[in-house]
């Protein structure tokens, strides 16, 4: 089965940085590679917000405008790892952060897209 579990969310404070890890599992390695990755977070009272995408076709990144000079995502897809490295963090980026993979899925025929439970950063003095 497909499964993507985030690891290192904590508790930060503002102008911390932190690094958030996506393990992909039931994914070979070609097809791992070209699924397009996200993250995407929710606070309370939010609806979810993309932050960070990489396009597997293009090997492009975009990033929502709040995020833009401070969060980086990257992927292994070697390792079937995703990360998405948070700097100079401020209060506003308080939420459940979850990765994302979007994909053709051969034995289904169409289109996936797969989530991780969610792994929760705090930016707090």
């Given amino acids: 089965q497909v499964q993507l579990v985030e690891s290192g969310g904590g508790l930060v404070q503002p102008g911390g940085s932190l690094r958030l890890s996506c393990a992909a599992s039931g994914f070979t390695l070609s097809n791992f590679s070209n699924y397009a ?3 995407h977070r ?3 009272g939010k609806e979810r917000e993309l932050v960070a995408g990489f396009i597997s076709g293009s090997g492009s990144t975009a990033y ?3 995020v833009k000079g401070r969060f980086t995502i990257s992927r292994d897809n070697a390792k079937k ?3 998405l490295q948070m700097n100079s ?3 506003e980026d308080t939420a459940v952060y979850y990765c994302n993979a979007v994909g053709w899925n051969s034995d289904l025929a169409s289109i996936v897209d797969y989530w991780g439970q969610g792994t929760q950063v705090t ?3």
């Fill in 89 to 91: 963090l401020k209060p």
């Fill in 81 to 83: 790892m995703v990360y």
């Fill in 42 to 44: 929710q606070a309370p």
């Fill in 37 to 39: 990755m996200h993250w």
């Fill in 123 to 125: 930016v707090s003095s």
């Fill in 64 to 66: 929502a405008d709040s």
